[in-house]
């Protein structure tokens, strides 16, 4: 179990990100900082197109950031090499907005799909985390049930089991109420805070449903590629 230790799990400062370059540069980041430690459930809220999913991936190591400095677990990701960053990721897990579970693969083995990152764990090993992780999210009797055989909020519990079963030291969700109705939504999202307190963790979520912001320790906003608390 992931105990919290109170160190700083993001920490950004002057991040800056676009697109293009010349006539067509687009600015998409411009000067962002902010910083999550562990055990700290944060939102951060934006309307579309204000740089929010931009920044949760530069944030999840998927891409290189252009100028200012990013520290991601303790890891320097000012121009790190694919090892650090391959790194990073596996300590990380990630909800997004569509489950995006594969219609053929039952419930556990959606789960497993994140052990693959792990070469050294046994097929049983798989089973069993996958088996704990689906029960922490209340479907411990569906692991042999296909996508087509569960409700809406049922298969988003199994992507959030999929996230959570390397049992990582950050959260990134990004949108995770979206496609869900309002009581869904609610039970998804108590289900990612009691994520959180347990195990000690952080997670930075990305939302502009306010329904959740109860839920925060603290709330930062985007608009126009700039955080503000």
Not at 210 to 218: G, L, S, V
Request: hydrophobic share 40%; glycine share 10%; charged share 20%.
């Amino acid at each position: 179990m992931i105990m919290s230790d109170n160190h700083h799990l993001i920490h950004a400062h002057d991040l800056t990100y676009h697109y293009g370059s010349g006539e067509l540069e687009q600015s998409v980041l411009k000067g962002v900082s902010l910083e999550v430690k562990s055990g700290e459930f944060v939102i951060l809220a934006g309307p579309s197109g204000s740089g929010k999913s931009t920044l949760l991936s530069l944030i999840g190591a998927l891409r290189g950031h252009q100028r200012g400095e990013l520290r991601i677990l303790d890891r320097d990701l000012n121009n790190a090499s694919n090892e650090t960053m391959r790194a990073v990721r596996q300590n990380i897990g990630y909800v997004f907005q569509q489950h995006n579970l594969l219609n053929f693969l039952t419930a556990s083995e959606n789960v497993q799909m994140t052990l693959e990152m792990f070469s050294d764990l046994s097929g049983a090993e798989r089973n069993k985390m996958a088996a704990d992780s689906l029960t922490q999210v209340g479907l411990g009797d569906r692991g042999a049930s296909y996508p087509s055989q569960l409700s809406v909020g049922q298969k988003q519990r199994v992507a959030i089991a999929r996230s959570l079963v390397h049992q990582p030291r950050l959260i990134l969700a990004d949108e995770p109420t979206a496609s869900l109705d309002s009581k869904t939504g609610i039970q998804v999202v108590e289900l990612l805070h009691g994520m959180v307190k347990n195990l000690g963790c952080g997670a930075l979520v990305v939302t502009h449903d306010n329904r959740i912001f109860d839920y925060a320790d603290r709330i930062l906003h985007i608009e126009d590629g700039v955080v503000y608390s």
